[in-house]
């Protein structure tokens, strides 16, 4: 604060602390709408089985056409999908002799 005080009104410096939420409903609509679209097509979503496609598609769907905020349960969405395709999707490691995975070893 004090490096910043010569720069910022006095209220600002004075002021309380105050939380910062990313703008995820916006970026939602706007620039990560095609990476929603793609990790939450129905077909992606049918095929890792935990969610109901024609739910998630709705959600995006009210999101996008501003009808409500589903900013939280989408993001969540979304970061599950980015999780499920790094980690759960992935093949098994081969051990180093080549027999078995090393998730089955461990």
Same mark, same amino acid.
């Given at each position: 604060r004090a490096a910043a005080a010569p720069l910022l009104p006095g209220a600002i410096v004075r002021g309380a602390k105050r939380g910062f939420c990313e703008p995820a409903?916006?970026?939602?609509?706007g620039p990560l709408l095609p990476?929603?679209?793609?990790?939450?097509?129905?077909?992606r979503v049918r095929e890792q089985g935990f969610f109901a496609p024609a739910?998630?598609? @709705?959600?995006?769907?009210?999101?996008?056409?501003?009808?409500?905020?589903?900013?939280?349960p989408l993001w969540a969405l979304v970061a599950f999908g980015l999780?499920?395709?790094?980690?759960? @999707?992935?093949?098994?490691?081969?051990?180093?002799?080549?027999?078995?995975?090393?998730?089955? @070893?461990?």
């Open positions: 409903a916006a970026w939602l609509r990476l929603a679209r793609e990790l939450l097509a129905p077909e739910v998630v598609t @709705a959600l995006l769907e009210r999101h996008v056409a501003r009808r409500e905020d589903l900013s939280r999780w499920h395709d790094s980690h759960a @999707a992935a093949p098994a490691p081969v051990a180093a002799d080549g027999v078995g995975s090393v998730r089955a @070893a461990a």
